[in-house]
């Protein structure tokens, strides 16, 4: 199984900044995914990072609020922008070997004041 | 799209006792049904999974049943202990989309 590491693990920002969220894995992924989990909520996947070309974004979710990079295969960053109070969730990125199986890592938890 | 849906979404238990988390799915080409553990402050975890092609799967004090017909898939935990406490999550996909819907979550707490 792959393991996920995220940078940071949480952060309090103001409204109106961005922060990107780092996602390592620690081998080489076909897919990596980033969802969004607000406070005692399931998990909403935010899009699929691509490598090599523009991420996919899901219904509700736009390349301008969270643009995100995948410069290889094992590296992701997504970019949470101009954020508002109603940006506070945890954010997940996972993996898989290429098949649907999916690990997550550890998660960040931010918190928009 | 797939609509997956869990029940109960609160399960408490005494220790030693069973546990039993349903979920159903509304898309019939779903073919893969991962259980993930997610602890306080913590990612969700792999736990087990099943593919279309099996009823059921075990793994130590946790098995999985499927029935495709029907469209949903059971989460048994037996022998269940203090550190089963946490929120578990259902998912389904179709292996040729990659994504993975969520049930909404059970909280199950084991009493000691």
């Known amino acids: 199984s792959a393991v996920i590491s995220q940078k940071p693990s949480r952060d309090i920002c103001q409204r109106g900044t961005s922060l990107t969220i780092q996602c390592q894995v620690d081998?080489?992924?076909?897919?990596m995914f980033w969802y969004r989990q607000q406070p005692g909520q399931s998990l909403t996947l935010i899009a699929t990072?691509?490598?090599?070309?523009?991420?996919?974004?899901e219904s509700g979710f736009v390349i301008d609020k969270f643009p995100i990079s995948r410069p290889n295969l094992t590296f992701s960053t997504l970019t949470v922008s101009n954020m508002s109070p109603e940006d506070s969730s945890i954010y997940l990125c996972?993996?898989?070997?290429?098949?649907?199986?999916?690990?997550f890592g550890p998660g960040t938890r931010l918190l928009v004041l | 799209g797939e609509n997956v849906e869990q029940h109960p979404s609160t399960l408490s238990v005494q220790e030693g006792d069973s546990a039993v988390i349903k979920c159903t799915y509304s898309d019939s080409a779903s073919n893969y049904f991962p259980w993930y553990k997610q602890e306080l402050g913590k990612g969700p975890q792999l736990i087990i999974d099943?593919?279309?092609?099996?009823g059921e799967k075990k793994d130590q004090r946790i098995a999985v049943t499927l029935n495709k017909t029907a469209k949903h898939f059971s989460l048994h935990i037996t022998e269940t202990q203090p550190e089963d406490s946490a929120v578990y999550f259902c998912a389904a996909s179709n292996t040729g989309a990659n994504n993975l819907f969520f049930g909404t979550g059970t909280r199950l707490t084991v009493i000691p």
């Open positions: 099943i593919r279309s092609n099996v």
């Open positions: 081998s080489q992924v076909t897919m």
């Open positions: 990072a691509n490598q090599g070309s523009e991420a996919t974004y």
């Open positions: 996972s993996s898989g070997p290429g098949g649907e199986t999916q690990y």
